[in-house]
């Protein structure tokens, strides 16, 4: 009896059709066919009912399916056990980040990462952060980096990396930036460029603007804070970011605190609590990476 012959016989059983199963398991479709009979032959028994459209389990293959699937999971965890003892890690790591927020220890936790487990695949994926976190609770995403309002999204874990103000941002001659101090009243007469719905930024004013009974003019959105900043330097309307995505745009951007809206947007790794060992070094490798303080121009809660 051979662990491929368990591997094949699980994925027609799951699959319930010989040829999906091929393509599951990356053989030909006689392959599988042929691994299962010398399966059912040694076991004395057949466990996969060939005689409809769709392959069905036997009585026997019924009561053969959770032991095949137990003795699969003790062979992985074997082989993870002694990986992680060698440290060679094997595996697949899906990693998400906010659109458009270049940062670079983020990447070089995951090149520290790749030198050290060459066996890992890292694939990385952009996106909102509110479809990101959701993504980390349907466990389709092992780590990722969001924007957010709250400290630690309900059902994660997460480290947190920047915590910023909301600002406003004007092009020199715009009235708001006169004004020594700004409040979200003072916003209301103005039309405003911001980051869409589902970004951090987005959040935190999104929530105080309802809490004051504000109605905010969005005339214009961008994904990008750099696009957002462009736009209010042509005139689309007041940028609201935080203090260090506008940093670069001046002097043709004057920021001006929100001084009312208290709560911070924050930039944070979130995960979901797992027992692989992977996700475990990466998330080393990145506390390790954000520890050291630095300005990072492009680090901004989105």
Same mark, same amino acid.
């Given at each position: 009896m051979e662990l491929r012959q368990l591997e094949y016989f699980v994925a027609v059983a799951e699959e319930a059709h010989f040829t999906r199963a091929a393509e599951r398991v990356h053989i030909s479709q006689s392959g599988v066919s042929a691994q299962i009979r010398q399966l059912e032959q040694e076991l004395g028994a057949m466990l996969i009912d060939r005689s409809g459209r769709s392959a069905r389990l036997t009585p026997a293959g019924t009561a053969a399916l959770g032991h095949a699937r137990a003795a699969l999971a003790s062979a992985a965890a074997l082989r993870q056990a002694v990986d992680e003892v060698n440290g060679l890690i094997r595996g697949r790591l899906v990693v998400g980040m906010v659109t458009a927020c270049t940062i670079t220890p983020l990447f070089d936790a995951l090149s520290a990462f790749r030198q050290d487990h060459p066996g890992v695949e890292i694939t990385l994926h952009e996106d909102t952060s509110d479809r990101l976190v959701e993504r980390l609770r349907a466990g389709t995403l092992d780590l990722a980096l969001i924007g957010t309002a709250e400290a630690t999204p309900k059902g994660l874990e997460a480290y947190e990396i920047v915590r910023e103000r909301l600002v406003v941002a004007v092009p020199p001659g715009h009235p708001l930036g006169e004004r020594s101090r700004v409040r979200l009243a003072d916003l209301g007469a103005h039309p405003l460029v911001s980051l869409p719905t589902g970004t951090g930024v987005r959040a935190v004013f999104d929530q105080a603007c309802a809490t004051r009974g504000i109605r905010p003019d969005i005339a214009c959105q961008a994904s990008a804070p750099t696009a957002v900043a462009d736009l209010a330097i042509r005139g689309l309307g007041a940028a609201v970011l935080t203090e260090s995505m506008v940093t670069q745009h001046e002097p043709l951007l004057t920021a001006r605190r929100i001084e009312d809206v208290d709560a911070a947007a924050l930039l944070s790794l979130a995960w979901r609590q797992s027992a692989?060992? =992977?996700? %475990?070094?990466?998330? %080393?490798?990145? %506390? %390790? =990476?954000? +520890? &050291?303080? +630095? &300005?990072?121009?492009e680090t901004v809660p989105t």
């Open positions: 692989n060992p =992977a996700l %475990r070094q990466l998330i %080393r490798h990145c %506390r %390790r =990476a954000f +520890a &050291t303080p +630095a &300005t990072w121009p």
